[in-house]
């Protein structure tokens, strides 16, 4: 709880210079977890069918689904970093289920929606959070029950694991961002970087991960 408070204080404190470079963030996010999924996709491991699941791959983007939540769920900043941190943790609780095409999207507003009522005073509920997502409330209530269960109702974020997973995002945002000004596409290098690095592992202070936990990462 003291740390909930310490980040909800950096939180306000930082609130309109996070602000501005928030576009960036929800990028940097939006290309990990696209390179995460279509990773998986192409995998041929066992992988167990969720809530999460849709039926279809979604024809909204990563990248345009994130840009609607930041849009319209009002939540602070901190919301997507501790959402990232949740989904990491959720990721490395449950080897057979990684992120892919299908689950990412029910996955990243299902970890928005828990971040927010974690770290805000005040947030919308689930109704409201599902017609961001486009889903029914009832299964919004039910991919948040799920999600919990998933992470261990593992909710408290220390103010370094925070630091640590902002400066992670802080550098693929700078390597987008120099790809970006040379026109090029992500190098070989760069991609593999990312699949031994993880999703969004820059490792957790009270990180449960294991050697092989890591690599189920690499490959989700």
């Given at each position: 709880?003291?740390?909930?408070?310490?980040?909800q204080?950096?939180?306000?404190?930082?609130?309109?210079?996070?602000?501005?470079?928030?576009?960036?963030?929800?990028?940097?996010?939006?290309?990990?977890?696209?390179?995460v999924?279509?990773?998986?996709?192409?995998l041929?491991?066992?992988?167990?069918?969720s809530?999460?699941?849709?039926?279809?791959?979604?024809?909204?983007?990563?990248?345009?689904?994130?840009?609607?939540?930041?849009?319209?769920?009002?939540?602070?900043?901190?919301?997507?970093?501790?959402?990232y941190?949740?989904?990491?943790?959720f990721?490395k609780?449950?080897?057979?289920?990684?992120?892919?095409?299908?689950?990412?999207?029910?996955?990243?507003?299902?970890?928005?929606?828990v971040?927010?009522?974690f770290?805000?005073?005040?947030?919308?509920?689930?109704?409201?959070?599902?017609?961001?997502?486009?889903?029914s409330?009832?299964?919004?209530?039910?991919?948040?029950l799920?999600?919990?269960?998933?992470?261990g109702?593992?909710?408290?974020?220390?103010?370094s694991?925070?630091?640590?997973?902002?400066?992670?995002?802080?550098r693929?945002?700078?390597?987008?961002?120099?790809?970006?000004?040379?026109?090029?596409?992500?190098?070989?290098?760069?991609?593999?970087?990312?699949?031994?690095k993880?999703?969004?592992?820059?490792l957790?202070e009270?990180?449960?991960?294991?050697h092989?936990?890591?690599?189920?990462?690499?490959?989700?």
């Amino acid at each position: 709880m003291v740390d909930q408070i310490q980040i909800q204080t950096m939180n306000q404190v930082l609130e309109e210079p996070m602000a501005e470079f928030m576009p960036s963030v929800i990028t940097a996010m939006s290309y990990l977890l696209q390179r995460v999924s279509e990773t998986n996709d192409s995998l041929s491991q066992k992988q167990r069918i969720s809530g999460f699941h849709a039926l279809t791959k979604p024809s909204i983007s990563i990248r345009s689904y994130l840009e609607r939540i930041f849009k319209y769920a009002n939540c602070s900043c901190s919301c997507y970093i501790v959402a990232y941190i949740y989904l990491d943790r959720f990721v490395k609780k449950q080897p057979f289920l990684p992120i892919n095409s299908f689950n990412v999207h029910r996955l990243i507003i299902t970890s928005v929606l828990v971040s927010a009522k974690f770290m805000d005073d005040l947030c919308y509920n689930n109704g409201y959070y599902a017609k961001v997502g486009g889903i029914s409330r009832e299964e919004m209530n039910m991919l948040e029950l799920d999600f919990l269960f998933g992470i261990g109702f593992q909710l408290n974020v220390t103010v370094s694991t925070f630091n640590n997973y902002c400066s992670f995002l802080q550098r693929e945002m700078v390597m987008l961002m120099k790809m970006k000004s040379l026109f090029l596409e992500p190098s070989l290098s760069f991609r593999s970087s990312i699949k031994t690095k993880l999703v969004m592992n820059p490792l957790e202070e009270d990180s449960l991960s294991t050697h092989h936990n890591k690599k189920q990462l690499a490959a989700a």
